[in-house]
């Protein structure tokens, strides 16, 4: 072949649907994903996968050379879904031959399998979107395929060109990042591919990794031999952990530090693996995650597949270390990099690699072996070991990617790893790959990260003002931003930083006023002895609020001033140039754009405008030289369809909204609302933005009447999805309400869901309110007035009120329905109103697993523990990632409460249930964690065996029953075992006649709880998955006091004290009326039968 060839087909692919997304906006205020923020307002989630497989053909882009063929599916993320070694016919990335979506990603549905491309965060939201592509035929016969998307929430713009050449056995991923915003956004690059899993199959770290972290740094340990406690789990006796059969838990870990710029993995079974190399310095992320080959991890294998097996996620993260970990795009700016993955064969544990090839060097037995390959074909390679700067080796040999090369020979007497160095020279001795061998001295474990003070607790502004950019930089789910600024600036009112900061702050929230008055603050204070200051953001920001407020003059002499710092004048030209377009001022605009593109040469804004002016003066444009930039910028393709009306610029827009909006926004900001109106007659016309947008182009035009039209027919669109977001929206929406002050009851309900999101929560609910009146058959204006009255006004009553409003209007909408359980339970309502409502609507209840399980628990809390079990087990789960712990815990109640109920009179069916509650059938969508204890059902399995007189198995399951060592602790995660676990420690204790050791756990529960109840409870600050997709507020503290209350009792029962429990018991189950935990120690102590 000696060529890449490079073809678009459909490929079809057994799949597993999902369900539409859910249509009510979703504000989450404290939901943690992946480290960081769980938010995901503008986008709608889906939270329900169906078990349905079907064959879909999905739009793919082959490439293929003589080494390799690489498949690329851009309407999945733009994924690479295949990477296949044509050599030794090895998929050297996992390749599950099915789409079947699990709940993983930050917005629902994600996959398995091949190269996942995250940013700006890790899941990212389109990772199971649709994106843009186009391919690229090079001038050296190399190919390559971009694909590229933007992104709703923080309008960054990220794309991957996959590169194949004709004679090299690796994929090259160009990585660019835009951020096409006027404010500093933050971002991380992860490239996820995944590899194969078996017990043959190890992660290859770079040899000087000697310490492995856990999500944001809160753990460490050593590696690859780990000698603690890590993920809960004792590797006390020295485990490799870079084996995947040796990990039994769902585990993550990150190299701390390493100045190799490889990682990789290999299959001893195959002798063949994958390698990722690219510079360390841009990409020092390494990372590994896996399921765990345990029970849980299998069953995670089975959401997300059907016959591929278990995988390892190897990943590999650009401008950043850790997840969370981002890292600062200022406006306008553009990060590129290079990514390299490869496949392997022969070398094993790699010492070393380049793109060109890869080392193995080992000492065992006296022996020294090694290896190498590379990614061409090589004539006449020199292959050189040295010990002691002294060659004690040489040979040459040809190799090909098909191929690798290896030997050994005696090592010299007494000889160190680092005593050696292998090197691998090609026939113009040009340095290939090599390993100098690392120093093997023991390293000090670097400190687990530290919890950020709360503000009063720092000691200076400087820390102050570090600490809300570094919240806001990470994205902190639970933390804000403005309590930090605001205690600096009680401090300093004048500091510079305090005050640009909470002024970007404010106007990233469409205060633009308020920010305007903090960046005038924090320019004064910088010109206080001097006019001319060192840097010129807080100009640069003055300029656009002035901007945003109209003061056209001062926004001008605000970015002037800032052209003069270098920080600012490329964007200072860009937004001089944008006033001159609105002004048409051409030949001004085209100056300051040219100067703007002399500090930022990929400034995509500003080539965009030039080739709008070009345009518009009759200037012939080179639009050769902006495609070779960004072959996917939406606004080069629509202005060449603007001078060539025959080309077909709609084809990289996809039907997607948000892509016309974001290409309209732009010619509205230039002043050309003529161009603005031609992008939006060939947008899809149901959405209502849309029309919006037409509205304010048009009556900025003078065309009132006509945009009054437009208002109309938004109104009529199709509210579903409709969430807006972008600060100009604010007044797009503003001037169709003062167009139909009396009918616009949707723009109303859009713009107070922008301001909700933007937490200006009174505004929200003003509009929102407004609303009610004009649109009163519109449910979720009414479902949103419930979030906001009890989030925010922590009116319950009203919350209740409103949510009996909106689900009365429509009785379908399963969401709507569990948030009133949810407000019915926080107000105590009794078990029985509860069942009722969620019998009556049944069809309903049984649309989300969540909701169904809800009802499963409430017949539980009935003593229907049969139906409850038989319901169950008629039902496949599809649990979160990081939510697992509750379809197996209804399961585990009702299979121990029946078993309980026929102790007596059925005691061998009462066994099989309490060891079939011990293992969980696969319809669950969730396994057991190895580490987990069955205290509460080997517990019951023990009395069973005693009253039926069987000493020894009676005091075998005490004795299992007695196993545990963890302490009392609040129980927030899937793996935390659950509290009551103790108590059954004691008591079968108690039965082992361990008396003292008994009183032990039961003194614990006491201690605990009484030592924690009157705490004020904050949100675990180091939080890696909180994926609950509640939108009310949990009370922290009331829980903490009902869980402490809670286990004061489990340690009374255990000492003998009934009357004291039961008097505690009572109060938690008035608190939670369907605290089944409550309830199960309640009719314990009524039945005489602990």
Request: hydrophobic fraction near 35%.
């Amino acid at each position: 072949m000696n060529n890449v060839l490079v073809k678009e087909e459909l490929i079809s692919m057994p799949t597993y649907l999902t369900a539409k997304p859910d249509k009510n906006p979703l504000f989450f205020e404290k939901r943690v994903y992946q480290g960081s923020s769980g938010k995901i307002y503008p986008h709608a989630m889906t939270e329900k996968i169906l078990d349905e497989k079907v064959d879909v053909d999905y739009p793919a882009v082959i490439l293929e050379n003589d080494y390799l063929k690489v498949v690329i599916l851009p309407t999945l993320g733009g994924r690479i879904q295949r990477a296949y070694d044509k050599t030794n016919n090895y998929d050297f990335v996992y390749y599950n031959q099915v789409i079947k979506p699990a709940l993983v990603g930050l917005i629902g549905p994600w996959i398995s399998g091949g190269i996942e491309f995250n940013w700006p965060q890790h899941h990212r939201p389109s990772t199971y979107m649709p994106t843009e592509y186009h391919v690229d035929e090079n001038e050296d016969g190399s190919k390559t395929v971009w694909v590229s998307d933007i992104d709703k929430m923080y309008g960054t713009k990220g794309m991957a060109g996959f590169t194949l050449y004709p004679d090299k056995a690796y994929i090259e991923i160009t990585g660019k990042v835009n951020n096409l915003t006027d404010t500093p956004q933050t971002f991380l690059w992860w490239a996820n591919p995944a590899v194969p899993a078996n017990d043959h199959t190890a992660s290859i770290f770079p040899p000087d990794v000697h310490a492995v972290m856990d999500h944001g740094k809160r753990a460490v340990s050593d590696f690859p031999i780990a000698t603690g406690t890590y993920y809960k789990y004792d590797y006390s006796d020295g485990v490799d952990i870079s084996r995947y059969k040796n990990i039994k838990v769902p585990t993550s870990y990150m190299a701390h530090h390493s100045n190799y710029d490889f990682i990789g993995n290999y299959d001893e079974s195959k002798k063949a693996g994958l390698l990722h190399v690219a510079n360390h310095h841009i990409s020092p992320g390494k990372k590994q995650w896996v399921w765990g080959n345990s029970d849980f991890g299998i069953a995670w294998d089975r959401n997300l597949t059907d016959e591929d097996g278990p995988y390892v996620e190897l990943m590999t993260g650009v401008f950043t270390d850790n997840q969370p970990d981002f890292t600062w795009l200022k406006p306008y700016e553009e990060k590129e990099f290079q990514q390299y993955f490869m496949p392997y064969k022969g070398v094993g544990r790699v010492k070393n690699a380049t793109i060109d090839g890869a080392v193995n060097l080992e000492i065992k037995d006296g022996r020294l072996s090694y290896a190498c390959y590379t990614t061409s074909q090589q004539d006449n390679l020199k292959l050189v070991i040295t010990h002691k700067e002294t060659i004690i080796f040489e040979e040459c040999f040809d190799l090909t990617p098909a191929t690798y090369h290896e030997g050994e020979l005696l090592s010299p007497q007494e000889t160190m790893t680092s005593d050696l160095m292998i090197q691998l020279f090609d026939q113009t001795n040009r340095l290939i790959v090599d390993y100098i061998g690392v120093d093997e001295t023991i390293s000090e474990l670097p400190e687990p990260a530290e919890a950020l003070p709360v503000p009063e607790k720092l000691k200076t502004t400087e820390e102050l003002f570090l600490a809300a950019t570094h919240i806001e930089q990470y994205r902190h789910a639970t933390l804000d931003a403005r309590d930090y600024y605001l205690e600096g600036l009680r401090r300093d009112p004048e500091d510079i930083r305090l005050n640009n900061g909470y002024g970007l702050n404010l106007y990233r929230r469409g205060l633009i006023e308020e920010s305007e008055k903090h960046f005038e603050k924090a320019v004064a204070k910088q010109k206080w002895k001097s006019p001319n200051p060192y840097y010129g953001e807080p100009l640069f920001n003055l300029g656009l609020a002035q901007l945003q407020l109209g003061k056209i003059n001062q926004a001008i002499d605000s970015f002037y001033k800032a052209t003069w710092n270098e920080d600012t004048q490329s964007s200072a030209f860009y937004y001089l140039a944008m006033i001159d377009s609105r002004q048409m001022k051409w030949s001004g605009a085209l100056k300051h754009l040219n100067r703007s593109l002399i500090k930022n040469w990929h400034h995509l804004k500003a080539r965009h405008l030039i080739l709008a002016i070009q345009r518009l003066t009759q200037v012939t444009s080179d639009f050769n030289s902006n495609f070779a930039i960004d072959p996917l910028y939406l606004g080069f393709h629509f202005e060449k369809y603007l001078v060539d009306t025959t080309y077909d610029w709609q084809k990289y827009m996809r039907n997607e909204v948000n892509n016309y909006l974001e290409l309209a926004l732009d010619y509205i900001n230039w002043g050309l609302f003529n161009d603005a109106i031609t992008v939006l007659t060939h947008a899809p016309q149901e959405s209502p933005l849309v029309h919006y947008y037409l509205a304010f182009a048009k009556l900025n035009l003078g065309q009132v009447e006509e945009a009054r039209q437009s208002v109309k027919l938004a109104e009529m669109a199709p509210s579903d999805y409709c969430f807006p977001n972008k600060l100009l929206e604010i007044p797009i929406l503003g001037a169709a309400i003062d167009l139909l002050p009396n009918d616009t009851g949707f723009a109303k309900y859009y713009l107070g869901n922008l301001f909700y999101d933007k937490k200006r929560y009174d505004e929200a609910i003003k509009l929102w309110e407004q609303a009610t009146r004009e649109i009163p058959e519109f449910p979720t204006v009414f479902r949103n007035l419930s979030m906001a009255y009890y989030n925010r006004q922590d009116d319950l009553d009203k919350a209740l009120s409103m949510i009996d409003v909106a689900f009365n209007l429509d009785t379908t909408d399963a969401r709507v329905l569990l948030e009133k359980d949810i407000l019915l339970k926080i107000s105590q309502a009794s078990v029985d109103t509860r069942l009722e409502i969620l019998e009556q609507y049944h069809e309903t209840t049984k649309d989300r697993d969540d909701l169904f399980l809800t009802y499963l628990g409430l017949l539980s809390t009935k003593k229907s523990f049969k139906q409850a079990y038989d319901l169950m087990m008629s039902r496949q789960f599809h649990p979160w990632e990081g939510g697992e712990g509750k379809a197996s815990g209804q399961y585990m109640f009702n299979l121990i409460e029946l078993a309980k109920e026929m102790m007596v009179d059925q005691p061998e069916l009462a066994i099989d249930l309490l060891k079939q509650s011990q293992t969980y059938p696969e319809n669950l969508g969730e396994g057991k964690l190895p580490n987990v204890q069955d205290n509460i059902s080997d517990y019951f399995i023990a009395r069973i065996y005693e009253a039926q007189g069987q000493k020894n198995l009676a005091t075998e399951y005490y004795r299992k029953a007695a196993l545990g060592t963890s302490q009392p602790e609040s129980v927030l995660y899937y793996y935390d075992q659950p509290a009551d676990s103790i108590l059954y420690r004691g008591l079968a204790e108690n039965k082992l006649g361990n008396t003292k050791a008994a009183n032990k756990w039961f003194h614990q529960l006491i201690r605990y709880g009484e030592t924690n109840i009157f705490k004020d409870i904050s949100y675990d600050y180091f939080a890696v998955s909180m994926p609950e997709t509640v939108v009310f507020k949990r009370d922290l503290t009331k829980e903490n006091q009902i869980y402490c209350k809670y286990l004061i009792a489990l340690g009374n029962l255990g000492l003998g004290d009934k009357e004291k429990a039961r008097h505690l018991l009572m109060d938690v189950v008035t608190e939670v009326p369907d605290h089944q935990g409550a309830l199960s120690h309640l009719w314990l102590i009524d039945n005489q039968s602990l």
